[in-house]
């Protein structure tokens, strides 16, 4: 998403500033509606329903606060994003404002005049879903018949219309002896970039990692043909590439370091560093109808924990690397070392980094378990 960065911003601010730099982008979780299953879904368990939803005004006001603290990009998601009416409302309003537009959608519910609407809202940029190459694999995945198909009618029409695609394709034991052919059909779709992303696991991608972990060797061997094929159609076909941490050295810097870049709005109006950042405990969420975006950003209490180096544990705080991964994955230290504090375990200076590559052993080896599909909750 480099082609949005056209605004000038105000210099980067030094990690110890009291004041951070603007964000560069906003994820709105407009919905957490969507009706695939996908078992490595980036939603949290505990699933919001329709009428805890925020309004059409207060999504405007998010997007105008957003604009005002310097935002340039804005990513409209889910859940499935096209299961709100209003979506083609709000594009309109954030292409007024100059900000940068990105659908992240799965796709299987835009008919062809929807995306027509959207495009003249000023809709900049469609980032579509697979599961795989295989149609029948990919439904499967999904847990949605004949989804696949849809897809590929939007990514037709995406092309004609004159959208930029991206296409996005989660990969994981299931479909990554297939990876070869999801390269071919994102080339075939028309696709200007391609992410081939191994799933991360947090939330449903965590309760299913016995399911998705893929072993060293299929990681390797990814590797390999994704080097091989960006070399190949350079110019053509951008790539990026998203490891499984789980057999790293170091670890990422996840959403460009914690409350550095990227503001996560939930459908309720809850405004968190990163999807995940629910499953930490003791952090406090503020929400976009009691308090100013800007304010939030700044001086709250889920923002300020982990940004910067300040907080960070040895043998991090005497790290090199400490302001370029940035301690990594707090959601991930959370969920394998148990403390969110804690050196990402992803790191092999961490004292848990030699439980997590042997679980990653022994779970990628194991027989897989059924998917537990996305689903809301019967008692929800
Ligand atoms: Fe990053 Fe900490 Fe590991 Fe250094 S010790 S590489 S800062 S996670
Ligand atoms: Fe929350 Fe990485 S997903 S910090």
Redesign the pocket.
Known sequence: MSEAMTRRRPKESSAASAEPAPPLAILFELSHRCPLQCPYCSNPLALERARGELDTAAWMRVLDEANDLGVLQVHFSGGEPTVRKDLEDLVAHAARLGLYTNLITSGVLIDRARLERLAEAGLDHLQLSIQDSDPAEADRIGGYTGGHERKMALAAWVEEIGLALTVNAPVHRHNLERLEDIIELALSLGAGRLEVAHVQYYGWGLKNRAALLPTRAQLERATKIVEAARERLKGTMVFDYVVPDYYAR??KACMGGWARQFINVTPSGQVMPCHAAETIPGLDFDNVKDRPLSEIWRESQAFTRFRG?AW??????S??????????CRCQALAIAGDAAA??P?????SDHEALLALAEAESHAPAPAFAYRRFSAAD
């Open positions: 170091r670890p180096t960070m544990p040895e043998p991090c705080q790290c090199d690397q400490r302001e370029i991964d940035w301690g990594g050196t990402d992803a790191c092999a200076r961490s």
